[in-house]
């Protein structure tokens, strides 16, 4: 038997009001609004699209993160959707509310919302900037991986790691000399988790200027998830005995890391006798 408080036995307006309230991360207001995306019905959408009308930031926000999975994993009223999505993106001035509507549309992976999504891309505003990233990044177009290369060196940080995960992993199947260049500069950057995006990759398009840094990275002193995953995509034979002497060092790690390693080195082949 659910609980009163479970989304399930709620009516639509408390479940409303408590997305409404507490910061943007508020666990209590995420659970509501994971309720309303599994109800999924046509008074849902119907709340939703009254609130992108709001004239408090906070409750086009919310409209906004309902219409973004509104039906879960059987996505509803699609059209209807992208329409008021794209249109808010068109009027929207608060930069939250705008990263908000990139990350809702690349739920959505909606094709009218490239132009305002490339609009997007040069907001004044990090958050801005970082939702319109999210967006392009599952868009299957030439304008999409140009402006993804773009914001791959952003000045912002979390503006730079989604569009070179966007172009790296999630188009995946793209592959041009400008994308790939583009990969090959952030292996230079500062934060590691970038320069990782940015050799998963190049491994995946069996780029050789990946070769010597996944090198380096399964030798250096905090060695990540992605090198893992770049030396299997690469497949170097020379990669075998650094994955192997991984193994031996032993000492704490991550379960999924020693898990992950495992199944790397299995790609290799036997060990030798």
Do not use: C
Not at 100 to 124: D, F, M, Q, T, Y
Not at 233 to 251: I, K, Y
């Amino acid at each position: 038997m659910n609980h009163p408080e479970h989304g399930e036995a709620r009516s639509l307006e408390e479940l409303i009001q408590v997305a409404l309230e507490g910061d943007e991360e508020d666990a209590r207001a995420w659970e509501a609004i994971r309720a309303l995306h599994a109800r999924g019905t046509r008074d849902v959408l119907d709340a939703a699209l009254g609130l992108l009308g709001s004239s408090s930031a906070k409750a086009r926000g919310r409209g906004v993160d309902i219409l973004g999975q509104l039906g879960a994993g059987n996505p509803v009223f699609q059209t209807e959707r992208g329409d008021a999505l794209v249109d808010l993106l068109r009027r929207e001035r608060e930069p939250e509310v705008l990263l908000s509507a990139g990350v809702a549309l690349s739920h959505l992976v909606e094709p009218r919302a490239l132009a305002v999504l490339v609009a997007l891309a040069g907001h004044p505003s990090a958050e801005a900037r970082y939702g319109a990233a999210h967006g392009l990044a599952v868009l299957d177009a030439p304008e999409a991986v140009e402006v993804l290369i773009r914001l791959s060196a952003d000045e912002d940080r979390d503006v730079r790691d989604w569009a070179t995960f966007g172009l790296g992993t999630l188009m995946e199947a793209r592959d041009t000399p400008e994308l790939r260049d583009a990969l090959v500069a952030r292996l230079g950057d500062e934060d590691p988790e970038i320069v990782g995006e940015a050799l998963v990759g190049l491994a995946t398009r069996k780029d050789a200027r990946a070769v010597e840094p996944v090198r380096a990275a399964l030798r250096g002193e905090r060695v990540m998830v992605y090198a893992l995953e770049a030396a299997a995509a690469l497949g170097d034979p020379s990669f075998h005995p650094l994955l192997l002497a991984l193994r031996d060092v032993g000492g704490p790690a991550e379960g999924y890391f020693r898990s992950a390693l495992e199944e790397v080195i299995s790609r290799f082949g036997q060990e030798p006798a």
